[in-house]
């Protein structure tokens, strides 16, 4: 469909409707996106090594020790 004849169609639409027609659009455009995303293959451990943690990662934190 040409988009010029979208635009015809949307002259005739009244106002109170642009704004959900707004966000069909923006629905469209993220399925569209959506499955364009899940194409790229998925690498496990591509990451591996440069994500650090410190030792104490899990430790209690000091500010909170009144409300344990």
Do not use: W
Not at 37 to 58: A, H, Y
């Amino acid at each position: 469909m040409n988009t010029a004849i979208i635009e015809q169609k949307l002259t005739l639409v009244p106002d109170e409707y642009l704004n959900e027609i707004s966000e069909y659009i923006d629905f469209i455009l993220f399925r569209a996106h959506e499955k364009n995303f899940k194409k790229f293959k998925r690498t496990p451990g591509i990451m591996n090594g440069e994500i650090c943690m410190s030792d104490d990662f899990d430790a209690p934190l000091d500010d909170f020790k009144e409300y344990m």
